[in-house]
């Protein structure tokens, strides 16, 4: 498999196995876990290639019931083929932005925690104002973190990583998938903390505060990802281990 994009290499694998049974529109495909199993893979990469697979218009994932096939195999889509699987790029967000948060607390002046104050009110007032889901609150909090390093390379990647984020299709598909909007009210939660722990300027509680709410977007988007079964919360994916560090790292 190619080490980029390897749940394009998973994809490929499940749409010539469908060709090769001939089955017609309408059938019901096999289970995230039976494909897994099947192909030898983590559920994680069958998910991200279920998912390229619906963008391509090949199947159609119905919650609770499974998945079905509406269109005979051909060729794939060109469009998504370059898209960055969703929980490949939570992982990188969480090794990289958790250590940058870390060295935030170590460089961040009394400007930086007034900005990220403002920016968390004003994402807090909006949710309590049963405003729709806007995630450019969310961003500009994760911007704001990564400039309080004052390092504009740092600054550069985290906002590298969002656009990627911005302009993947299987982001936006998973994201139209999520009704219940009780998440935001709990990411809230966890951008407090992060910011508590910037302003306490301490590093590993700000490095590991910031782990947990990338550790809790991946759940939310795991719950409302998985075909088979709606309670589904997330223990099948193996995220990164967390970093350990000795006390006077």
Same mark, same amino acid.
């Given at each position: 498999? /190619? %080490?980029?994009?390897?749940y394009?290499? @998973?994809?490929?694998?499940?749409?010539?196995?469908?060709?090769?049974? #001939?089955?017609? *529109?309408?059938?019901?495909?096999?289970?995230?876990?039976? +494909?897994?199993?099947a192909?030898?893979?983590? !559920?994680?990469l069958? #998910?991200?290639a279920?998912?390229?697979?619906?963008?391509? $218009?090949?199947?159609? @994932?119905?919650?609770?019931?499974?998945i079905?096939? =509406?269109?005979?195999?051909?060729?794939?889509?060109?469009? *998504?083929?370059?898209?960055?699987?969703p929980?490949?790029?939570?992982? *990188? #967000?969480?090794?990289?932005?958790? /250590?940058i948060?870390?060295?935030?607390?170590?460089?961040?002046?009394?400007?930086?925690?007034?900005?990220?104050?403002?920016?968390?009110?004003?994402?807090?007032?909006?949710?309590e104002?049963g405003?729709? %889901?806007?995630?450019?609150?969310?961003? =500009?909090? &994760? !911007? =704001?973190i990564?400039?309080? /390093?004052?390092?504009?390379?740092?600054?550069?990647?985290?906002?590298?990583? +969002?656009a990627?984020?911005? #302009?993947?299709?299987? +982001?936006?598909?998973? &994201?139209?998938?999520?009704?219940?909007?009780?998440?935001r009210t709990?990411?809230l939660?966890?951008h407090?903390a992060?910011?508590?722990?910037?302003?306490? !300027?301490n590093?590993?509680?700000?490095?590991?505060?910031? +782990?947990? &709410?990338l550790?809790?977007? !991946?759940?939310?988007?795991?719950?409302?990802?998985?075909?088979?079964? %709606?309670s589904?919360? $997330?223990?099948?994916f193996?995220? @990164?281990?967390?970093? *350990?560090r000795?006390?006077?790292?």
């Amino acid at each position: 498999m /190619t %080490p980029g994009r390897r749940y394009q290499d @998973v994809a490929a694998m499940i749409r010539a196995e469908v060709a090769a049974r #001939r089955l017609p *529109a309408g059938a019901r495909l096999d289970t995230e876990r039976q +494909w897994s199993q099947a192909l030898g893979v983590s !559920r994680s990469l069958v #998910r991200e290639a279920v998912i390229m697979l619906e963008i391509q $218009g090949l199947v159609e @994932v119905r919650q609770g019931s499974g998945i079905y096939l =509406l269109a005979e195999p051909g060729d794939p889509a060109p469009a *998504a083929q370059d898209d960055v699987g969703p929980f490949e790029l939570l992982q *990188a #967000r969480q090794l990289l932005e958790s /250590t940058i948060a870390a060295f935030a607390a170590e460089q961040v002046t009394k400007g930086d925690i007034l900005k990220m104050r403002d920016a968390l009110e004003a994402e807090r007032a909006y949710i309590e104002a049963g405003g729709g %889901p806007d995630y450019a609150s969310d961003e =500009l909090f &994760h !911007r =704001l973190i990564a400039e309080a /390093t004052q390092n504009s390379v740092l600054t550069s990647m985290v906002e590298e990583l +969002w656009a990627v984020r911005d #302009r993947s299709p299987m +982001w936006a598909r998973l &994201h139209a998938r999520i009704f219940n909007q009780d998440y935001r009210t709990s990411w809230l939660d966890d951008h407090q903390a992060i910011l508590d722990a910037l302003r306490a !300027r301490n590093p590993e509680a700000a490095r590991r505060a910031m +782990w947990a &709410h990338l550790g809790h977007v !991946r759940e939310t988007l795991l719950s409302v990802s998985d075909s088979d079964d %709606p309670s589904f919360d $997330g223990y099948l994916f193996q995220p @990164v281990p967390e970093i *350990a560090r000795s006390p006077g790292a």
